[in-house]
């Protein structure tokens, strides 16, 4: 089985500019969760989607934003990008959706230097 | 933020000895998880443990968690080259779902 793929892999971009990256969850599973991992950090949670509703937003400013696709996949937007926003963006997806955590299943994630 | 800690922040140790690593955290849990990363790729997950357990064991891997203390260790036995990674624990809130909060990790090294 195909597990959780990202795309693009790597992307450059400039300030001010806006990037979409998108996730493909595992067959199967309904919930996506995006996370950003600056280097030499821990990811920090941005957002989680279950059934194509919200379900869950980290601490990150309005700029950033996400939706999901009937076929469970799902698409990560940064607008206005800042330096600040260089980092590996990861994608996870698990079967339940709310109030079980479960284990996640992540992708190679996309990582996106800002110049 | 970070809700977690890993001490130590890098081991390195040769391969057949055993690795230890920590983990604090700060609020009430529902579960910790731990996870292994690769230079630059996704995380794997390793273990899950509820907060009403105390011991975990997967494989070559052993999960303790103390609630009273707000910490947790993973321990690797016989380690072998291919478990040089960077480890992370993670903890969900007690309103559960996938808002994982992540430590700072630790980066294990394995020399032949």
């Known amino acids: 089985d195909a597990g959780v793929t990202q795309s693009p892999t790597h992307l450059i971009k400039t300030r001010g500019q806006h990037v979409t990256l998108r996730c493909s969850p595992i067959s199967g599973h309904k919930s996506v969760s995006w996370y950003q991992q600056v280097l030499g950090q821990g990811p920090q949670f941005i957002f989680q989607y279950y059934e194509k509703e919200e379900r869950g937003r980290g601490n990150f400013p309005d700029r950033f934003s996400a939706r999901q696709f009937p076929n469970y996949s799902s698409e990560l937007n940064v607008n206005a990008l800042l330096l600040g926003d260089s980092a590996l963006y990861l994608c996870?997806?698990?079967?339940?959706?709310?109030?079980?955590?479960?284990?996640?299943?992540f992708g190679n994630g996309t990582r996106l230097t800002v110049t | 933020s970070q809700q977690g800690e890993e001490d130590p922040q890098a081991l390195s140790i040769q391969e057949g000895e055993n690795a230890t690593m920590n983990c604090s955290y700060k609020?009430?849990?529902?579960?910790l998880q731990w996870y292994r990363q690769n230079s630059g790729r996704g995380l794997v997950h390793l273990i899950l443990?509820?907060?009403?357990?105390r011991e975990k064991h997967s494989g070559r891997l052993r999960v303790t968690l103390d609630t009273s203390k707000k910490s947790s260790s993973l321990l690797i036995t016989a380690s072998r080259a291919a478990d040089t990674a960077s480890y992370f624990c993670?903890?969900?809130?007690?309103?559960?779902?996938?808002?994982?909060?992540f430590g700072t990790g630790t980066q294990l090294k394995v020399e032949l």
């Open positions: 609020t009430s849990i529902n579960n």
């Open positions: 993670a903890t969900d809130g007690k309103g559960g779902g996938n808002k994982l909060t």
């Open positions: 996870a997806s698990s079967l339940p959706g709310t109030g079980v955590s479960s284990p996640l299943h």
């Open positions: 443990i509820r907060s009403n357990e």
